[in-house]
T-cell receptor, first 112, second 115 residues
């Protein structure tokens, strides 16, 4: 069962903010929202995660709606190197040795 | 941070031969590692969970006798594709459970081409 829904693809102009949405309407109270990205022919890379408060790090910002049913990953100034598939995953923070389960993600193309 | 090294990055083999892919945790001990397979334009699909010192747990539809997983040490897990066929051509990625805040680190992947 898909726990998240993301658009298949998005384009963004270089230098502009890229806003990637994710719907997770069935999220449980103890589940976090995680974002990973996969640049072509590489392994996935962790970006950011959060529970209910907005989060920011050196890579991105994560905005989670008050009802936690959706979130948006923001890349403030997208570069060509941000072209990748972005995956939104919901899971419990301390989930033991369970694997990450990937959905189809959003293919972001940053255009010069 | 945690670093996972995966080798080789790409390999071409003849149909019927076997190929071994290594996944090493360089600066931490990984009691649990995961193996994924990714076909072009598709997402990562979990193949198996590898636990140090015990047999791997395979996902439904993954042939355990074809995809041999060994996790004999706390820093190394290997995936051997036996009697490879062209349909096994894919991008194989390992991941290790670690102590970072997000809990998982991925290898850089192995592009397997069976000719």
């Amino acid at each position: 069962d898909a726990k998240t829904t993301q658009p298949t693809s998005m384009d963004c102009a270089e230098g502009r903010a890229a806003n990637l949405p994710c719907n997770h309407s069935t999220i449980s109270g103890n589940e976090y929202v995680y974002w990973y990205r996969q640049i072509h022919s590489q392994g996935p890379q962790y970006i950011i995660h959060g529970l209910k408060n907005n989060e920011t790090n050196e890579m991105a910002s994560l905005i989670i709606t008050e009802d936690r049913k959706s979130s948006t990953l923001i890349l403030p100034h997208a570069t060509l190197r941000d072209t990748a598939v972005y995956y939104c995953i919901v899971r419990v923070e301390d989930s033991g040795n369970t694997p990450l389960v990937f959905g189809k993600g959003t293919r972001l193309s940053v255009i010069a | 941070g945690a670093v996972v090294s995966q080798h080789p990055s790409r390999v071409i083999c003849k149909s019927g031969t076997s190929v071994k892919i290594e996944c090493r945790s360089l600066d931490f001990q990984a009691t649990t590692m995961f193996w994924y397979r990714q076909f072009p334009k598709q997402s990562l699909m979990l193949m198996a969970t590898s636990n140090e010192g015990s047999k791997a747990t395979y996902e439904q539809g993954v042939e355990k006798d074809k995809f041999l997983i060994n996790h004999a040490s706390l820093t190394l897990s290997t995936l051997t594709v036996t009697s490879a066929h062209p349909e096994d051509s894919s991008f194989y990625i390992c991941s290790a459970r670690d102590r970072t805040v997000h809990g998982y680190t991925f290898g850089s992947g192995t592009r397997l081409t069976v000719v």
